[in-house]
């Protein structure tokens, strides 16, 4: 999961560098990933000693 977030990042910047739509319609789905990043965490944290 860390390196889909790093490389979504790194996606984002380029795009939103190279234009700006681009950048912005790519900024949904990357903090959709950071969320389910940690949404899933949570979601293990909670489930330890199971």
Known sequence: ???LNA???VL???A???DRPAG???APYVAWTLFATALNGAIV???RGR
């Open 16 to 18: 939103a560098r190279t």
């Open 24 to 26: 912005a319609a790519l």
């Open 1 to 3: 999961m860390a390196a």
């Open 12 to 14: 984002l910047r380029r």
């Open 7 to 9: 490389s979504n990042l």
């Open 45 to 47: 944290g909670l489930n």
